[in-house]
């Protein structure tokens, strides 16, 4: 019996061990997600860009217009045209029945008069046959000469031809009718397509109103800037007043600097993943772009999820082409909404600036203090008003729809571009923080290590305070373009450095830990399916032991 539990165990752990890896280990990218495609969030075809600016512009430039009253006026020709016809279908109706009873009526219409005229006819014929006796002698037409002369005869002829022109008007109306009525129906198709087509009008003007990147149109006649004012900021305010119509909130709300942060964060592949989590791929579509341009609010979420994507597919192909694009099209998006609100209202803000650079110049404010005010002016619209030109010293509009902030932060080096040998050999020296993420298994991992530390110059005395100089000064010029106030100042504690032999010692003692590559969670995984068999072997032992003890104490209790 023990022998049959002990190769039940052995079975059980057999089973466990024969699960495979990769079915334990599944990655997550075996899970199917479905990809985040920006154009998915937009619910309905927008209105196209450019009408939304012509729509825009005409409905502030017409007011109270002609168009509208010619709207009105083609309202009330529409409805007198569908009573006319109305009433032309009526009448119409009326001739009909009067043309059917002077035909065919049972009374006074003409079938029955030639009917009557037939009798008539063969009544005089009759007389003549017997009173005339040569009237048999006579041909036809000198037959139909006598008869026609009777009085009868003619007085039946007129009534007949009487209802004949009666009837003959009719039709005549008929025609009239008939042809005022297609001329109403014509002239009504196009009244109606110029109402609907002014209902579309409408109905997409009201559309465009409600996109997060159209702004108010103010003509440049409206602005009411005192161009005495006592103080810049008196002045800024007024200004502001205007602005914060002219320019929407949703471009405000994402400045230039948000997008080059997201794209220039240094993160882990482990951070990245959580980001990505369900979130396959990222599809932005040329379609997307310029519907983000003006009818879809571009957020920050949206922004990280392209960022977070473009430096996925750098660490894994360490494309900085690829990445660079993706950092350089959300930057041009941004400058996109600015080109789309900017055309609505240009001679109005075109005219801002050129009535700020003159306020700047005549009242002489120059100063640094002026200039840092300006810029922080800027930078809360994201849109540059004026510049500041250091030779001649005066202020100049900057005038046109651009922001003035694309080709700053287009230049902007990020900080995830590929490295050569040489920097990669620096950047590894000046403290081996970030190694490759890229490493296929544990055992490169620790070749890369080693090569790294010992390929470290020794430095004594002077020199390795000079060395350290160097290599300091370098690293503050690799990252000169960040802002200094966004740098974290170091904590002061104290540390105990190591001395220069200690640096070289076996990495167990090293305080630097290597980015996982999926070796350590495998192993990690395999030692617990051990520990796991482990625990089902003693819980049988500790059973096996168990029934022992009772089948003693059976015996025992035989035996008593």
């Avoid at 005089?124 to 139909?144: C, G, I, K, P, R």
């Avoid at 599809?283 to 473009?310: C, G, H, N, P």
């Avoid at 082409?321 to 600015?338: D, F, I, P, R, W």
Wanted: hydrophobic content about 35%; charged content about 30%.
């Amino acid at each position: 019996m023990n022998k049959r539990k002990w190769n039940f165990g052995l079975i059980i752990v057999l089973l466990l061990s024969s699960i495979p890896c990769d079915r334990i280990l599944a990655s997550e990218s075996d899970i199917v997600r479905e990809p985040y495609i920006l154009t998915r969030q937009i619910n309905n075809q927008p209105v196209d860009l450019g009408a939304c600016q012509i729509l825009l512009r005409e409905d502030s430039n017409s007011g109270a217009s002609n168009e509208d009253v010619d709207l009105a006026a083609a309202r009330e020709q529409l409805t007198a045209n569908q009573t006319r016809m109305a009433a032309i279908n009526e009448r119409y109706q009326v001739i009909n029945d009067e043309i059917a009873q002077l035909e065919t009526g049972e009374s006074n219409s003409l079938e029955e008069a030639e009917k009557a005229l037939e009798a008539v006819i063969e009544t005089v014929y009759q007389d003549y046959l017997v009173n005339e006796t040569d009237f048999a002698s006579l041909n036809a037409e000198e037959q139909l000469a006598l008869v026609s002369q009777n009085l009868d005869i003619v007085e039946w002829q007129n009534y007949i031809d009487s209802l004949i022109e009666i009837i003959n008007s009719y039709i005549s109306e008929k025609a009239d009718l008939e042809l005022e009525y297609e001329q109403l129906a014509y002239d009504n198709d196009n009244l109606s397509q110029t109402l609907d087509a002014s209902k579309v009008s409408e109905a997409q003007l009201n559309q465009c109103q409600l996109y997060p990147y159209s702004s108010k149109i103010i003509p440049k006649d409206q602005l009411m800037i005192n161009q005495q004012s006592s103080t810049l900021s008196e002045y800024l305010l007024e200004i502001d007043h205007y602005l914060q119509e002219l320019i929407p909130l949703a471009y405000r709300k994402v400045t230039f600097d948000d997008i080059y942060n997201l794209f220039n964060r240094q993160i882990t592949r482990e951070e990245i993943a959580d980001l990505l989590q369900g979130k396959e791929q990222v599809v932005i579509d040329e379609e997307a772009f310029q519907i983000y341009q003006y009818a879809k609010e571009l957020s920050l979420f949206d922004i990280e999820i392209v960022a977070t994507m473009a430096l996925d597919d750098y660490y894994r192909n360490n494309s900085e082409e690829v990445y660079e694009t993706s950092y350089k099209n959300m930057l041009n998006l941004k400058e996109g909404q600015l080109a789309y609100f900017y055309q609505l209202n240009v001679e109005t803000l075109d005219y801002m600036k050129e009535q700020l650079a003159e306020y700047l110049n005549s009242h002489a404010l120059f100063s640094d203090e002026v200039i840092r005010e300006m810029q922080a002016f800027h930078q809360r619209y994201q849109l540059k008003l004026v510049l500041y030109d250091e030779q001649s010293q005066t202020w100049m509009p900057y005038l046109g729809g651009q922001s003035g902030y694309l080709n700053d932060f287009s230049s902007r080096e990020l900080l995830h571009t590929p490295r050569n040998n040489d920097s990669t050999e620096e950047t590894t020296n000046e403290g081996r923080i970030e190694l490759d993420e890229h490493i296929i298994n544990k055992d490169e991992s620790n070749k890369i290590q080693d090569s790294s530390l010992s390929s470290t110059p020794e430095h004594h005395g002077d020199d390795h305070l000079a060395y350290l100089k160097d290599k300091l000064d370098n690293k503050s010029k690799i990252n000169k373009h960040t802002n200094g106030k966004d740098i974290a100042k170091p904590l002061k504690k104290e540390k105990k450095y190591q001395k220069e032999d200690e640096v070289d010692k076996p990495k167990g003692k090293s305080k630097l830990s290597l980015p996982t590559t999926g070796e350590q969670r495998f192993y990690l995984l395999l030692s617990g399916i051990f520990l796991l068999a482990g625990l089902i072997l003693l819980a049988i032992n500790r059973y096996i032991k168990y029934r022992k003890i009772k089948e003693l104490q059976a015996n025992d209790e035989d035996w008593i």
